[in-house]
């Protein structure tokens, strides 16, 4: 090889061709900044097009459960809407309360009784005091009470964060031997007597006959009340099984806006319902209780005869959503006065509470993209892309 062809071999290694141009370098670059820039676009927009829809499935779940709840217990459920903390007039909370059973008592086993402690559904267990034993009862196998010192307590989460409203029910075997006009067989009993936020008793008539008498303590212009009712419109029959039961519930608002409730005694089917209480200023909550809840005794008085199927329910929430914080979430509450909405226990919208069909209208924060969530009269749950049709 020569020596001029070496040389320019050499400088040819020396200083390599470039394998990119700074114009080709700077074009690249600029189509990568596009790439991302759509990229971050198309993020955005999903991340838009996700919030809009979690928050229209949040308030879908939460009605289509209270509506549920409400076929399935046969009894009132209300969908409540708590506003943001920075935007007052827009949705930040919504759940359902709906009835549910917080504690049951079948006493189907004999093995229940093994110890001082009886076994419950649910998980719970009762201490009990005296000698409460098994009997033939309404349903399989019940709880005989000996009117003297037979008792149980039961001690549970689940009974103490009772405030929206609470349902008893059970079947009684009262025995009226030896027992004196105004004589009171305590069935359950939250706390002692004179405190309790809930109870459901028999009180003895005379001639072999009770009258069920039940009482609630609420909230009344920021002070307890107690709430009692009694019911001798249907006699509760000595020695034989009779189904009896307490409903009470806040159920909306009156004219004025004052909180009303609902409370009910109930005998087999025959129900009674005592007059609401004032409610001016009041909300009419339940007055919290942490204290045991008695099967049997009021801590004075002893329930005399059989208990069975005891159950305990109360308006509890459920469904609990929060709503994405990148979207607007108003309410149409169909004239209702409290801002809820409620359903009956056939899943309809409450023609007591409302005046026309349910709106959330949901907005996409960023480009105000509309969805509106309706309820109807029927309580069906309907989605529509922008405003509902006509």
């Not at 074009?27 to 996700?50: C, E, S």
């Not at 943001?84 to 229940?112: C, M, N």
């Not at 309790?196 to 212009?221: I, K, M, P």
């Not at 039961?245 to 409370?263: H, K, P, T, V």
């Amino acid at each position: 090889m020569t020596r001029p062809a070496m040389t320019a071999r050499q400088s040819a290694a020396r200083r390599p061709q470039s394998a990119m141009t700074l114009v080709e370098l700077l074009v690249a670059m600029g189509v990568v900044a596009v790439l991302m820039l759509g990229g971050v676009g198309v993020y955005w927009r999903m991340n838009r097009g996700f919030a809009l829809q979690a928050a229209t499935s949040s308030i879908e779940t939460v009605l289509r459960a209270a509506r549920h709840a409400a076929i399935h217990e046969r009894g009132p459920a209300v969908v409540v809407a708590e506003p943001r903390t920075d935007e007052p007039k827009q949705i930040g909370l919504l759940y359902a309360l709906s009835r549910q059973t917080v504690s049951h008592w079948h006493f189907e086993s004999p093995a229940q009784f093994a110890g001082s402690k009886v076994l419950g559904a649910l998980g719970q267990e009762a201490t009990a005091t005296g000698s409460p034993t098994p009997a033939p009862g309404r349903i399989g196998t019940a709880l005989l009470l000996d009117g003297a010192t037979a008792s149980l307590q039961v001690t549970s989460p689940y009974l103490d964060g009772l405030r929206e409203g609470v349902f008893i029910e059970a079947y009684v075997w009262p025995d009226a031997a030896g027992l004196s006009s105004g004589a009171v067989l305590p069935i359950a009993c939250k706390d002692v007597r004179a405190a309790s936020n809930y109870r459901l008793e028999l009180v003895y008539d005379g001639n072999s006959t009770f009258s069920l008498q039940g009482a609630v303590r609420v909230d009344l212009g920021g002070s307890a009340h107690e709430v009692a009712f009694t019911s001798s419109e249907v006699p509760i029959p000595a020695g034989e099984w009779t189904h009896v039961g307490l409903a009470y519930a806040r159920d909306g608002r009156d004219g004025a806006g004052d909180s009303q409730a609902r409370f009910l005694l109930r005998v087999n089917s025959e129900e009674a319902e005592p007059a609401n209480p004032a409610a001016a200023g009041s909300t009419l909550l339940l007055v919290p209780n942490t204290q045991p809840l008695t099967i049997g005794t009021d801590g004075t008085n002893y329930f005399r005869g059989r208990i069975d199927e005891l159950k305990i329910a109360g308006l509890v929430a459920g469904e609990v959503h929060r709503i994405p914080s990148n979207t607007e979430v108003t309410l149409d509450p169909g004239g209702s006065r409290d801002g809820r909405v409620h359903f009956d226990r056939e899943g309809k919208l409450d023609p007591a509470q409302h005046t026309g069909p349910v709106l959330f209208h949901v907005i996409s924060a960023e480009d105000r993209l509309l969805r509106t969530v309706r309820v109807s009269w029927l309580g069906c749950v309907e989605v529509f892309q922008g405003p509902p049709p006509d």
